[in-house]
């Protein structure tokens, strides 16, 4: 995807340049996610409004102690929240503008991630059972080793296409000298 500062134009929205040539479920598909977009962006608003206001009471009326750890768990919290949802809605932009397709597994998982970091910083420690922690580690774990085990995936098929490509260039530049020479006979 090129950077903002790259374009020269706004991007043509392929929904409409090719909804004529849509299934009945590809449209259907793309309304429902229209639609979620909607609504998970409302959701960052409002979401986005409570952290402002939790903000402001922090700094300014000094409601809440500075140096509290609790206060830093809520904002955090709050912020996490936040990036969660901006992420799980990019997802869903990116089906919109046909660059994805509905579940994107690698984005499922790095939102679950970030659900578990979100966990991490909220947590209190003090009285949460050894188990539990132990239960979210084990997940942060399992996450951890099948993001890489995702990427490591992505990687071998691009090396194979690298890989494909190179041989293709390589029958190419075998077969011209051939024709070269084929072609200097018929002369």
Known sequence: MKNIADRKRKPVPHTWKYWNVMTFYERFEHSVAMILSGLISIIILIALWDLAREVFNLLMLGSFGLLNHQVFQVIFGMIMTLLIAMEFNHSIIKVLERQAHIIQVKTVILIAQ??????????????????????????????????????????????????????????????????????????
Do not use: C, Y
Request: charged share 25%; no cysteine; hydrophobic share 50%.
């Open 114 to 187: 970030l659900a578990l970091a979100r966990k991490f910083i909220i947590l209190d420690f003090v009285n949460t059972e050894a188990s539990k922690i132990a239960a979210l580690g084990f997940a942060v774990l399992a996450l951890g080793i099948v993001h890489w085990m995702l990427r490591e995936r992505d990687q071998v098929d691009v090396h194979k296409q690298i890989h494909r490509q190179f041989a293709e260039d390589s029958l190419i530049a075998e077969q011209k000298p051939d024709q070269v020479a084929s072609h200097q006979t018929a002369k």
